[in-house]
């Protein structure tokens, strides 16, 4: 089994451009990170990696850290894959490499008269394009676990579209699936990787796109479901949830979802939500206008509204517009659980920028960072989808809906073990599974033993090989804030 691995030093970093107002970076100098071992990939083989190492374990507090947890937020980005930004970042299962240290894929390129293949490459453009990546672009980008699909899925994509960000558009004339960025494109995640914990084998959740994707983060699960308000109807559907009607208004989801278990513990939580423009339509049209995105209208990053459960429980008014997180950190009154879904603009879904998304994000952490809820709080920094980038890990089948392609994962907290590669098997449910331990009693959703009846197939969070608490050891003397610069 390979182990957690800790990763000695700290970057030094240095001010980088954004865009916006808010946001900010920060460059790294390079880290001194240690060879983690075996680069064998345990997510193929179905292994269960284990904390090991000299990382520790939860501390004598236990499981949950006697209280010192009392805020989780999960901030959720857009469209990277683990490889494409952590790729190369030391003792994490990066590219594959060869005995001379160049990259050892080459996937074959099906536009090439000549048969000509194309390995992984820096890129250092601040715009990419990425490829499609809906649930019939996963299953060949996959390839039967030979993972050399990417450059013909992206190749396949349509161009031209009318919304640049439909998930079956390529969203420019280069294909560029295939390119990596480095702690010189993205200093500020990199930073926090090097002084927090990195997950290098953490998957989406289901093997499709963002609007399944956004219910399986709430829900642990994406279905279809024949009778209205009827969740004994609902089965496993990761192209056109709910009712079958695009993501919106028209749309709802019956099964029960993580906020029916906090109402009924009486635990706190928000859904804050970045406003603007919409990528994705609302759905997977051939053709159509970017939609706004608004708190009290109900979208493809923005589904919770739609669920029976939240109607049900009168909790719509969670649902929030972003400037209530910066409120409510300064006022005192963040909630137990929160999560926090861009505008397209700061989302990094391409074709917007790395460098927009990463000083939104920034900012966000430095709120927290700079106020006297760090003490208590837990982050999760993620990304819903692969969005077409090149990853080499095959990601394990657990059931029908997923898992789905890896993307990165960084766990921020005073408490967490500084400088940690997590090695463990996880999925997006390991943040329902975390939020259920310390706020629920380790509660599932469960049709079981929940309260309320669903026809989901698995319960997700007992599917899961490693467990995020594991990262943590409450015992240690707190972590210090890592405020990056704006600019």
Known sequence: ??????????????????????????????????????????????????????????????????????????????????????????????????A??????????????????????????????????????????????????????????????????????????????????????????????????????????????????????????????????????????????????????????????ITYLLHHAGVSWKYYLGEGDDPHCGGDPDDCQPTQINAKVPSIWNVLPQFDTVKEDGETGNIVEMDAFYQDVATGKLPAVSWIAPAGIVSEHPASLVSAGQGYVTALINTIMKSPLWSSTVIFLTWDDWGGFYDHVAPPKVDDGGYGLRVPGLVISPWVKKGTIDHQVLSHDAYLKFIEDVFLGGQRLDPATDGRKDSRPTVRENLLKGDLINDFDFAQTPLPPLVLPLK
């Open 100 to 257: 001379d240290g160049g990259f050892a894929p080459c996937l074959p390129d099906p536009n090439s008269d000549a048969g000509a293949c194309v390995r992984p490459f820096h890129l250092t453009t601040d715009k990419n394009y990425g490829g499609p990546h809906g649930a019939k672009n996963a299953i060949l980008c996959i390839g039967n676990g030979k993972m050399d699909g990417f450059i013909a899925n992206a190749e396949v994509g349509k161009k031209g579209c009318a919304d640049p960000n439909d998930p079956n558009c390529v969203n420019g004339t280069l294909v560029d699936v295939m390119g990596f960025h480095t702690e010189q494109e993205i200093p500020n995640y990199w930073a926090y990787a090097q002084n927090f914990v990195l997950n290098d084998h953490m998957f989406q959740p289901n093997a499709s796109w963002s609007f399944p994707q956004h219910l399986y983060m709430v829900s642990g699960w994406s279905a279809r479901c024949t009778t209205p308000n009827d969740p004994s109807t609902c089965t496993t559907e990761l192209t056109a949830p709910g009712n079958g009607k695009p993501a919106g208004p028209g749309n709802e989801y019956p099964w029960t979802d």
């Open 1 to 98: 089994m390979r182990p957690i691995h800790r990763i000695s030093g700290v970057a030094a970093c240095a001010v980088a451009a954004v865009l916006l107002t808010r946001c900010g970076g920060s460059q790294s100098s390079g880290g001194d990170g240690v060879d983690a071992g075996d680069e064998a990939s345990d997510a193929a083989s179905g292994a269960e990696p284990g904390p090991g190492g000299d990382a520790g374990d939860a501390g004598s507090d236990g499981a949950i850290g006697a209280g010192k947890i009392q805020h989780v937020i999960v901030i959720m980005q857009e469209n990277r894959s683990f490889d494409h930004y952590f790729g190369t970042y030391p003792g994490a299962e990066g590219i594959p490499r060869e």
